[in-house]
């Protein structure tokens, strides 16, 4: 299934980027990442946008998997 935890999680680790490190960025627990990226917690916006300037990817691609 593709859904806003896999596209965080695809794209942290074509990055090379761990949950640690990305987590710390963000400032959140890897646990918090880790339940983002398994849907059992949804991001804040607020957090999705920092993950699209992380990875610079667009919001319309971490919600809808689809590139402007």
Known sequence: MNNIGTRIRT?????GISQEQLSRYL?????TLSRY??????PK???LINI???FNVSLDY??????N
């Open 37 to 42: 990226e398994s849907m059992q917690h949804i």
């Open 52 to 54: 699209a300037k992380v």
């Open 45 to 47: 916006l607020s957090i």
């Open 27 to 31: 400032g959140i627990s890897a646990a």
């Open 11 to 15: 794209v942290r680790i074509e990055s």
């Open 62 to 67: 971490l919600i809808t998997g689809k590139e």
